[in-house]
């Protein structure tokens, strides 16, 4: 089992900016698809972005895409999750999961939560106006 910690959530003021990290303990795997996801207060949860180990491409949902940035940090074996120009509506606790059993990002697959076998206990991020 893989255990994923999720920090750098806090309080921000609109257009400033957060980094969030997802470090992971336990089973490590080399291949693996890493998401992150938001939920709002009485909204389901949903897809922000994702990382694919086969060949590092990254992906974004259409709401945060230009603002967010996801990436692997090699050094600190995280996952980390870059907010820039941040908005009210970005308010929502912050997930990182991971699916260990692919490495290949698909699309109709993994903009949902059901591939991911491991998930962090959240982060809150609060964008003030």
């Known amino acids: 089992q893989v255990q994923l910690v999720e920090s750098g959530g806090g309080l921000v003021q609109a257009g400033g900016s957060l980094r969030l990290s997802c470090a992971a303990s336990g089973r490590t795997f080399t291949n693996y698809v890493m998401g992150w996801f938001r939920q709002a207060p009485g909204k389901e949860r949903e897809f922000v972005a994702a990382f694919s180990s086969s060949d590092g491409t990254t992906y974004y949902s259409d709401s945060v895409k230009g603002r967010f940035a996801i990436s692997r940090d090699k050094a600190k074996s995280t996952n980390d999750l870059r907010m820039n120009s941040l908005k009210p509506e970005d308010t929502a606790v912050y997930y990182c999961?991971?699916?260990?059993?692919?490495?290949?990002?698909?699309?109709?697959?993994?903009?949902?939560?059901?591939?991911?076998?491991?998930w962090g206990l959240g982060t809150q991020v609060t964008v003030s106006s």
């Open positions: 999961a991971a699916d260990s059993r692919g490495s290949v990002f698909l699309r109709a697959r993994h903009t949902t939560t059901s591939p991911y076998d491991s």
